[in-house]
T-cell receptor, first 118, second 114 residues
Framework: GAVVSQHPSRVICKSGTSVKIECRSL??????MFWYRQFPKKSLMLMAT?????????EQGVEKDKFLINHASLTLSTLTVTSAHPEDSSFYIC??????????????FGEGSRLTVL | GNSVTQMEGPVTLSEEAFLTINCTYT??????LFWYVQYPGEGLQLLLK?????DKGSNKGFEATYRKETTSFHLEKGSVQVSDSAVYFC?????????????FGKGTTLSVSS
């Protein structure tokens, strides 16, 4: 099946620093990837849609200058949390849609990246 | 916009009990509907899906039927196992287009004891 890999799985950083999270589709091409944030009570919030070769589309209320998304190739999207603060501590999950398959809407998810900002 | 409401739980059952997790949705048009499962320490996995009204998705003994008249997609299993303990998410496509993002419910934690 389609595999999505995220790295790092856990990261701890100091307040004010920036952290980059990578999302890779390992065995398929993904024109479109999505970034979610999972909150302590489990709900998943869509942050942005990442399209290869173009600017990401951010959901309302998500700061695009805070959460920089780059989708430079058909297999890699990155999320950079800039000037991180403790309130940015969360579980970030990426997902991808397989390019070229029947358009059923199914997404494949990475295992998530736990960010802790001290 | 499209949205999903599901019972938050936690749901605690004994092994072999019947499971229902309710999910209702609000949408314009005809979204695709999904149930995803997140086992402890793992990423989300697709459990089942339905792409049009009256479709029934099924997998691993779980079933859900796309009910347009009641805007529901309830998840059921006749006999749960300890290994079914996980968080279950109901989801739908954000817009009418199948290629768009998924919008998730808040998740329902299921705990099955032997």
């Amino acid at each position: 099946g389609a595999v999505v890999s995220q790295h790092p799985s856990r990261v701890i950083c100091k307040s004010g620093t920036s952290v980059k999270i990578e999302c890779r589709s390992l065995d398929f091409q993904a024109t479109t990837m999505f970034w979610y944030r999972q909150f302590p009570k489990k709900s998943l919030m869509l942050m942005a849609t990442s399209n290869e070769g173009s600017k990401a589309t951010y959901e309302q209320g998500v700061e695009k200058d805070k959460f920089l998304i780059n989708h430079a190739s058909l297999t890699l999207s990155t999320l950079t949390v800039t000037s991180a603060h403790p309130e940015d501590s969360s579980f970030y999950i990426c997902s991808a849609r397989v390019t070229g398959l029947a358009n059923t809407g199914e997404l494949f998810f990475g295992e998530g990246s736990r960010l802790t900002v001290l | 916009g499209n949205s999903v409401t599901q019972m938050e739980g936690p749901v605690t059952l004994s092994e072999e009990a019947f499971l229902t997790i309710n999910c209702t949705y609000t949408a314009t048009g005809y979204p695709s509907l999904f149930w995803y499962v997140q086992y402890p320490g793992e990423g989300l996995q697709l459990l089942l899906k339905a792409t049009k009204a009256d479709d029934k998705g099924s997998n691993k003994g779980f079933e859900a039927t796309y009910r347009k008249e009641t805007t529901s997609f309830h998840l059921e299993k006749g006999s749960v196992q300890v290994s079914d303990s996980a968080v279950y998410f109901c989801a739908l496509t954000k817009a009418n287009q199948a290629g768009t993002a998924l919008i998730f419910g808040k998740g329902t934690t299921l705990s099955v004891s032997s």
